[in-house]
């Protein structure tokens, strides 16, 4: 996807780059700006970094694979991922510069709007699935087949809204580096630096854990597409041993599909990303769950 080289040194291959990297972030000098609110400053990295691991608490990989299991589980993964606004407002705040806090108001409106999409999506599904439990979520289209089937325009829906929701392209408006030098985030280095990293890459990996888990199937292997209570049968073993290998399979593939978008599409100006997310996206989810509720 790229016409350069990639680092090929650190390692075999370079496959110990990401290591070396996190290493350097590690011994950089830190520099708090002299004007910036220190308190504020220090806390918004660590309270994007601390939001994002909170979702995976309730996260599934398998039948008996998460820490808490509870029947609101869904409802709990919506909270805490717009918690993660505050980290990104407080930090463009906080630095008592022009950029980051353009960037902050970006990033604000930008989670805001397609957070109303989202949200609506979940509730069409459990609506449709009549649970808020991811457990049961994976149960129901194990017999019925997966979602994706039957909601497909839902599926692309929400992996738009998931690029937007993760600040990634062609959204990541609040990181535009020929505008806003680099967002929100740009008085930071070192540590703080790599924390707004680590947080954002890990609400990616939620969200896609997310889209596998509301419409390709969880944890289900890939013959189950149509709904077959196998459990039964000869692929048993298939089913339930390899369950976890099913589920980071159909992640990875979710996250090339990322890594693939920024490669391939240019960014979209602010007006046309609003435009997306509130005259077209939002409308048309409205339209479909007003839909579910009166025919369901």
Not at 68 to 83: G, M, Q, R, T, W
Not at 181 to 187: A, I, L
Not at 227 to 256: M, T
Not at 268 to 294: H, V
Request: with cysteine; net charge neutral.
């Amino acid at each position: 996807m790229q016409r350069r080289k990639g680092p090929n040194v650190v390692g075999l291959y370079g496959l110990l780059q990401p290591l070396a990297d996190g290493l350097k972030l590690f011994a950089k000098e830190f520099v708090l700006p002299s004007s910036a609110n220190s308190f504020l400053f220090l806390i918004a990295p660590m309270l994007t970094f601390i939001i994002s691991l909170l979702g995976w608490a309730v996260m599934q990989f398998s039948t008996f694979s998460a820490l808490a299991h509870f029947d609101l589980s869904l409802l709990y993964i919506i909270a805490i991922s717009s918690l993660g606004i505050y980290g990104v407002i407080l930090s463009g705040w906080s630095s008592n510069s022009k950029y980051p806090f353009l960037g902050a108001l970006r990033s604000t409106a930008q989670m805001v709007s397609y957070e109303l999409t989202l949200g609506f999506i979940i509730l069409c599904m459990s609506t449709f699935s009549r649970s808020w439990s991811i457990e049961y979520y994976v149960e129901s289209q194990d017999k019925i087949g997966w979602y994706v089937y039957y909601l497909p325009f839902f599926a692309i829906i929400f992996f738009i809204c998931s690029l937007a929701e993760t600040n990634r392209h062609p959204f990541d408006l609040p990181e535009a580096e020929a505008e806003l030098v680099s967002g929100y985030n740009v008085e930071y280095s070192a540590m703080t630096f790599a924390l707004f990293s680590l947080g954002e890459y890990g609400n990616m990996l939620m969200m896609c854990s997310l889209n596998v888990i509301l419409f390709w199937g969880g944890w289900l292997p890939p013959f189950n597409f149509f709904g077959a209570d196998i459990k039964s049968n000869f692929f048993f073993f298939w089913h339930d041993s390899l369950s976890p290998f099913w589920f980071v399979l159909k992640l990875a593939f979710f996250i090339l599909l990322f890594i693939w978008a920024r490669a391939a599409l240019p960014r979209y100006r602010y007006d046309q990303l609003m435009i997306l997310g509130w005259k077209i996206l939002l409308p048309f989810t409205l339209a479909i769950l007003l839909c579910i509720i009166l025919f369901i």
